[in-house]
């Protein structure tokens, strides 16, 4: 997967704990993509473990994690505006 042509990938968003059994997995398509020239935002959370965004309610980590998630979305979804044509 790693070898794809990252060809006109929209913008991704990879969030990741520090403890996480794949953050080699997940820094390593981050490189992969950003190589390929896409727009690609990485996010190590310390001392976080796999799927610690599902904690969201308990974990003040978590809720931030989704926070950010859903200021990525809105982000990339909004209308483009002359300030910012790259929305589009």
Same mark, same amino acid.
């Given at each position: 997967?790693?070898?794809?042509? /990252?060809?006109?990938?929209?913008?991704? %968003?990879?969030?990741?704990?520090?403890?996480?059994? %794949?953050?080699?997995?997940?820094?390593?398509?981050?490189?992969?993509l950003k190589a390929a020239g896409a727009d690609c935002e990485l996010q190590? /959370?310390?001392?976080?473990m796999h799927v610690f965004q599902i904690l969201?309610?308990? %974990?003040?980590?978590?809720?931030?994690?989704?926070?950010?998630?859903?200021?990525?979305?809105?982000?990339?979804?909004?209308?483009?505006?002359?300030?910012?044509?790259?929305?589009?």
């Amino acid at each position: 997967m790693l070898t794809c042509a /990252w060809a006109d990938v929209p913008p991704v %968003l990879i969030q990741v704990g520090g403890d996480e059994v %794949l953050r080699p997995e997940a820094e390593a398509l981050a490189d992969a993509l950003k190589a390929a020239g896409a727009d690609c935002e990485l996010q190590v /959370w310390k001392g976080q473990m796999h799927v610690f965004q599902i904690l969201n309610r308990v %974990l003040p980590e978590a809720a931030a994690a989704m926070r950010d998630a859903g200021r990525f979305v809105r982000a990339v979804t909004a209308p483009a505006t002359a300030e910012h044509p790259e929305a589009a």
